[in-house]
């Protein structure tokens, strides 16, 4: 904290408080065990943060909540094996698929060959 004070042009941050935010997500199958575990994985993390960082304390902002409700649509997934050639031919079994795919083939949304030139 010496050099970020240095680089405001101070001598110390003394005065001046720091946050810091931690975030935990935990993802389950069961929505009231996984709530139970995320809400006690805070709790100890809180403690061992104290020891770590030195603090005095550390202050859980938001406890889960078991949720009414999925949080995403279900989604069907496809095998490989289901893919079809426009002609409604099986894929050849050596076919580049991801290259393929991206580029509008088995029904894909031929604006997704941008991705290639994303990276």
Do not use: F, H
């Amino acid at each position: 904290m010496l050099e970020t004070a240095k680089a405001l042009g101070l001598e110390d941050l003394k005065g001046y408080t720091t946050s810091r935010v931690l975030t935990l997500e935990v993802t389950g199958t069961d929505p009231q065990r996984t709530a139970v575990i995320a809400n006690k994985m805070a709790e100890e993390v809180s403690g061992v943060a104290c020891e770590v960082m030195n603090v005095d304390s550390v202050n859980v902002v938001d406890s889960a909540k078991v949720p009414t409700s999925p949080s995403g649509p279900k989604r069907p997934l496809w095998s490989l094996s289901d893919l079809r050639e426009p002609n409604g031919n099986p894929v050849n079994k050596n076919a580049a698929y991801d290259k393929q795919y991206l580029a509008g083939c088995y029904g894909a949304d031929p604006y997704l060959t941008r991705i290639e030139e994303w990276a």
